[in-house]
């Protein structure tokens, strides 16, 4: 009986938590799309890292790239923002829980302060991305390497597109240098 409870408990708790999520991303207007694993393997062999360089996730979600990226190369710096509070808790709590140190902010991706970032990861929605053009002209170094999933950054070519083999059929992956 006592395990019935545990289970029955531990499905509220999900079932509440993915609620919770879906009304943050109502009020937010962002939606919540995971990346799947293969892809996050895929950009961070393009993010072509030495192992001592700072990584941001802006947008980070549940925290999959950042937690991957420092997995690989544990001398990074990853750092990241969500601004779905429930997404970035499960986040925050699932980097706890594996013992990876990441930074993972709860704070809008137009407010964070990116002057420091050597690689950038985005899976952003075109509108925000275009948003986020003007942000990155001001404040990434020249040479800064910036990778896309799916959407591209509008009036920018980039330095070369990938194909890759996505959940749902290929992908494009976008590298730009700023």
């Known amino acids: 009986m006592l395990l019935i409870d545990?289970?029955?408990?531990?499905?509220?708790i999900v079932v509440f938590g993915l609620l919770m999520i879906t009304?943050?991303?109502?009020?937010?207007?962002?939606?919540?799309?995971?990346?799947?694993?293969?892809?996050?393997?895929?950009?961070i062999t393009m993010l072509d890292l030495k192992g001592n360089e700072t990584v941001f996730d802006l947008g980070a979600g549940?925290?999959?790239?950042?937690t991957a990226v420092k997995k690989r190369y544990p001398k990074v710096t990853a750092v990241g923002c969500e601004i779905v509070p429930t997404l970035w808790f499960w986040g925050f709590l699932r980097a706890k829980v594996l013992r990876i140190p990441i930074e993972l902010k709860l704070q809008s991706a137009f407010t964070m302060d990116?002057?420091?970032?050597?690689?950038?990861?985005?899976?952003?929605?075109?509108n925000i991305m275009e948003?986020?053009?003007?942000?990155?002209?001001?404040?990434?170094?020249?040479?800064?390497?910036v990778v896309c999933l799916t959407f591209p950054f509008p009036n920018r070519m980039p330095v070369e597109?990938?194909?890759?083999?996505?959940?749902?059929?290929?992908?494009?992956?976008?590298?730009?240098?700023?």
Do not use: Q
């Not at 545990?6 to 509220?12: H, N, P, Q, R, Y």
């Not at 597109?161 to 700023?178: A, E, L």
């Open 6 to 12: 545990f289970i029955l408990g531990f499905a509220c």
């Open 131 to 145: 948003k986020l053009g003007a942000k990155f002209d001001r404040e990434l170094r020249p040479g800064t390497m």
């Open 23 to 43: 009304v943050a991303n109502l009020f937010t207007g962002v939606p919540s799309v995971p990346t799947p694993h293969r892809l996050v393997r895929e950009m």
């Open 161 to 178: 597109t990938k194909i890759v083999k996505g959940r749902f059929g290929p992908t494009k992956v976008f590298v730009y240098r700023w």
């Open 62 to 66: 549940d925290g999959r790239f950042l």
């Open 114 to 126: 990116i002057r420091n970032a050597d690689r950038v990861f985005l899976y952003l929605f075109p």
